[in-house]
């Protein structure tokens, strides 16, 4: 029996680069936002504002705006791979723009687009110059993180860590490996 727990679809989601050319329902990407919406946000302030992007025009626009994989510069996906949706997420800065709260909410976000059977990648590596002018943000705004959404093209696998390298890595097929961190290297209890 598959285990649906919370837990168990954290360990397994993956974050995906690669993508097919199927476009992703609008009703999904609105039930991502959502999710958001009702994500913690500090003091309740709810800073957060959302552009979805999934007009074909400024897919290619917003896609020549972000960088994909720092370990592997030339891993990022082509013009054919690339996402059939992003979810902008927008700091307001009238007042204080807790920039956790996008991290929650992109969280949020990863993980119901996973439930509904599609990858994301949640990007930081932003030309916010230059999508500020395609998308129109005002200066009001920050553009804070940009989540990338569609059919995953690919399954990345997670490895242990070995000698201490974090670096995800290609093997000779093209699949792509994760080392993630064991449990006992990284928690202490009730002191460091």
């Known amino acids: 029996m598959e285990n649906n727990s919370v837990y168990s679809k954290i360990k397994s989601r ?3 680069r ?7 329902p609008e009703e999904v990407l609105m039930k991502c936002v959502e999710a958001a919406i009702f994500s913690p946000s500090g003091g309740n302030l709810q800073p957060l504002r ?3 992007v999934n007009d074909t025009t400024l897919l290619q626009q ?3 705006t972000l960088s994909w994989a720092v370990y592997l510069p030339e891993y990022g996906p082509t013009e054919e791979e690339m996402p059939r949706a992003y979810i902008v997420l927008l700091l307001d800065k009238n007042g204080r723009t807790p920039i956790h709260d996008a991290s929650i909410a992109s969280m949020s976000i990863s993980m119901v687009a996973y439930e509904e059977g599609l990858g994301s990648c949640i990007l930081a590596s932003v030309d916010r110059k230059k999508l500020r002018k395609i998308l129109n943000v005002p200066e009001s ?8 959404i569609g059919y995953s093209a ?5 490895e242990p860590i070995s000698n201490g390298n974090i670096h995800y890595w290609l093997d000779k097929n093209g699949v792509l490996h994760v080392p993630k961190r064991d449990i006992k290297d990284v928690v202490r209890w009730n002191n460091c």
């Open 14 to 16: 993956r974050t995906i």
């Open 18 to 24: 690669k993508y097919l050319s199927t476009a992703v």
């Open 50 to 52: 959302y552009v979805i």
């Open 62 to 64: 917003v896609f020549s």
């Open 141 to 148: 705004l920050d553009i804070a993180l940009v989540v990338a």
């Open 154 to 158: 690919e399954n990345p696998v997670v």
